[in-house]
């Protein structure tokens, strides 16, 4: 049997089995020539289209603020960074993004921003309370970093549906190379169990070749997130920010982000996996080849034009074109260039599918064999 052989069995058994043993995970990751990546993707496409069609779900981005009491050692907007012009979009603006969103038929707001002591319960349980009143029938995604449990309940009785919180790395160790001492990875699980308990829709995630990352921590990330079930799962290549300690390190590699978007979807046949803004900063094409990849989500920028470039997490951000909602047109077509299309719809989770189950009838109509003759080239 070649290698390539192998590796090809391999993804074959990750769809029908749902996981593999952590060397056949470092296969996946890190044995790759052309011909078992492209498989590998294209047996994820498959997977991702039976679930989802051609349609490609929207989120509209707001970043509601770039203040931050944390100081993770990559994130640019990190609270020892004294060069961030630091701002906070008010109720109203945030109201009039969502509304402007609402207009072109985004039905999902995803409220992004830094760990604001200044943004407390009361006032992100009011904002919540607002929004859900203006958008009765719209997703609240938050993505606002850890809180109490107290908090994430008040949050999802405003009417919050659903909850982002990247644990970056499971590793201690590595988790500890990326924050510091005042931040636990023991209370980021804790917090992802209690915003799963609580009832909203729960999304993790990891940084693709932060600084210190091996491949055996990417296997233990595929293995925490295959025992967690997330409904999301947000994968992208780590930048650097010029203004960070990392501001030498390289950045991530989009190939091993692509593949492991495309393990991911085989794992989890229903998650909704975003076409991150980071794999499409890095590469001009870097969304559409995640999709093709198996994501089945992007999240064009609904921020004002103007507090755009402050929410600079890494260098080089992408949020104009079409990674902006006012791109809407441009992303459509490019889309539509790879077969795809646009759907405005909620883009619930659906727990009729649930992520993960590996079942006679999740497999049906998907003949792994037969996708040698349906690799598409995403290079
Ligand atoms: S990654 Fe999040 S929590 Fe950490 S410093 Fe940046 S905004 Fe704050």
Known sequence: MTETDRLKGLADRLLLEGTLPPEDLRSLLLHHDGQGADYLHGLARQTARKHFGNRIFIRGLVEIGNCCHNDCLYCGIRRSNRHVERYRLDRQTILECCRTGYEMGFRTF???????????????????????QAFPDAAITLSLGEKTVEAYRRFFEAGANRYLLRHETHNPAHYALLHPASMSLDHRLHCLEELKRIGYQ????????????????????????????????????????????????????????????????????????????????????????????????????????????KYALYDNKASLGAEAAEGLALLDRRLAAIGYRIDKGRGDYDNNRRAGCHTSEDTTGIEAHDLKTDILCIK
């Open 110 to 132: 995803v409220l992004q921003g830094g760990e604001d002591p200044w943004m407390d319960d009361e006032r992100t349980a009011t904002l919540v309370s607002c929004l859900r």
């Open 202 to 309: 729960t999304g993790t995630g990891i940084m693709v070749g932060s600084p210190g990352q091996t491949a055996d921590h990417l296997v233990e990330d595929i293995r925490f997130i295959h025992d967690f079930r997330p409904h999301m799962i947000g994968i992208g290549p780590f930048i650097p920010h010029h203004d960070t300690p990392f501001a030498h390190e390289p950045a991530g590699s989009v190939e091993l982000t692509l593949r492991l978007i495309s393990i991911f979807r085989l794992m989890h046949p229903a998650a909704l996996i975003p076409a991150t803004t980071a794999l499409a900063s890095l590469s001009p094409d870097g969304r559409e080849r995640g999709i093709l990849a198996g994501a089945n989500v992007v999240m064009p920028n609904l921020s004002p034009l103007h507090s755009r470039a």
